[in-house]
């Protein structure tokens, strides 16, 4: 079965301090791993995925086949990092569905 | 350019009552998601178009639920006979269906709407 789960509802940092949000996924095959970020009153976009390899806005996050994990890190946390983050898989036969966590909320305090 | 756009923004509705839920995909894309974004449960996929192809209406949770994608482009999401439990925000996605030739063999991203927030009461 295709699950995604993210541990943590809540993370709060204090800023500066660096942020790990932890994701964990179940997938028979290889699927592709992506972050997703809602910020307050935003729509749903796109942060990262594991095929592209980059950092955007500072975070990253590595594709750990043997822990089956997608962590997103961050070295320090900055308050416009503060929103809701989702972590996600799909397969990678062309465009199908999202698999979704639940999500983390962080909070970054000043 | 314009991004995926959904109307209404918001809509209270009561229970029993039909909704319709529209959606624009970005001009071009021929991919279209339908997921519900509801308090416990996270984002749950519901329905998924690709170009002339049957629907894949695997996460559709009831019969009162069903969507249809007209010309290959705006999609509505009706509900039928809503129930309280339908209250959740619906949210729209589209892709371009390029065969991953920008990610290197594998789906393309998928871009959201601002989603329809739906109180039924």
């Known amino acids: 079965a295709q699950r995604v789960t993210q541990p943590e509802k809540l993370l709060s940092v204090f800023k500066g301090a660096p942020v790990e949000l932890k994701c964990n996924y179940s997938y028979s095959g290889s699927p592709e791993l992506f972050w997703y970020v809602q910020y307050s009153r935003q729509r749903l976009q796109l942060l990262l995925r594991?095929?592209s390899r980059e950092s955007i806005k500072g975070f990253t996050a590595d594709l750990n086949k043997g822990e089956t994990s997608f962590h997103l890190k961050k070295p320090f946390a900055q308050e416009e990092d503060s929103a809701m983050y989702y972590c996600a898989l799909s397969g990678r036969a062309g465009n199908t569905p999202l698999v979704f966590g639940k999500g983390t909320r962080l909070s970054v305090i000043a | 350019g314009a991004g995926v756009s959904q109307s209404p923004s918001n809509k209270v509705t009561e229970k029993g009552k039909d909704v319709e839920l529209r959606c624009d995909p970005i001009?071009?894309?021929?991919?279209l998601y339908w997921y519900r974004q509801s308090l416990g449960q996270g984002l749950e996929f519901l329905i998924y178009?690709?170009?002339?192809?049957?629907?894949?209406k695997s996460g559709l949770p009831s019969d009162r639920f069903s969507a249809e994608r007209t010309g290959g482009s705006v999609s509505t999401l009706t509900i039928q006979r809503t129930q309280q439990e339908d209250s959740a925000v619906y949210l729209c996605?589209?892709?371009?269906?390029?065969?991953?030739?920008?990610?290197?063999?594998?789906?393309?991203?998928?871009?959201f709407g601002p989603g329809t927030r739906l109180l039924v009461l």
């Open positions: 001009s071009g894309h021929t991919a």
């Open positions: 594991h095929i």
């Open positions: 178009f690709q170009g002339n192809s049957a629907p894949d």
């Open positions: 996605a589209s892709s371009f269906p390029g065969q991953g030739k920008t990610s290197g063999g594998v789906g393309e991203t998928q871009y």
